[in-house]
């Protein structure tokens, strides 16, 4: 039993489902690139962690002051992720998001490592200040493209899955 095709309802059905589609995908990509909100947030909240750290701090300060930085960061999390409009089941994360959080976690690790052994290495004064800049502009230049290469292939990735469905 086969059932007649009308082309032209098909083809509307098809537009009328791609087109909201198509929107979310553009929202989702909007966000990557114009939000840069969090990514300044984070890289201050760095900064200023960072440049306390080098301090001469007491023991508990310095773990106050660490528990306030994880803190906010997870809060600055909570508030930037409640703020995205727009999620799909296909869109939440790839391998391409967790890649990027990997490499964003190892680039500033070894920014802010090897910036501090720098300015130990040189003795140079002010050295927390220096790392602190350092490695947030580190931060800073790495995000950007790469929350763009992560988002980047979301729109691929749907259509593939879409045509693979279509093809069972």
Avoid at 4 to 18: F, G, M, N, P, T
Avoid at 32 to 45: N, Q
Wanted: positive net charge; glycine residues 6%; hydrophobic residues 50%.
């Amino acid at each position: 039993m086969s059932t007649s095709v009308d082309a032209e309802q098909a083809w509307q059905d098809l537009q009328r489902i791609r087109v909201p589609q198509e929107r979310v995908y553009d929202e989702i990509e909007r966000c990557a690139h114009d939000d840069a909100g969090a990514t300044y947030t984070t890289a201050g909240i760095m900064w200023v962690f960072l440049a306390v750290s080098g301090l001469d701090l007491p023991r508990w300060a310095f773990w106050l002051v660490l528990t306030a930085y994880v803190t906010l960061l997870g809060s600055l999390a909570v508030i930037y992720n409640r703020r995205t409009r727009m999620r799909l089941h296909r869109s939440r994360h790839s391998w391409r998001s967790f890649a990027t959080f990997l490499a964003g976690m190892a680039v500033t690790a070894v920014t802010i490592l090897a910036s501090g052994a720098l300015v130990d290495w040189l003795a140079l004064p002010f050295g927390s200040l220096i790392q602190a800049t350092v490695s947030a502009g580190a931060f800073l230049l790495f995000v950007g493209p790469a929350n763009r290469w992560a988002v980047s292939s979301l729109r691929d990735r749907a259509a593939r899955a879409s045509l693979k469905e279509t093809n069972r």
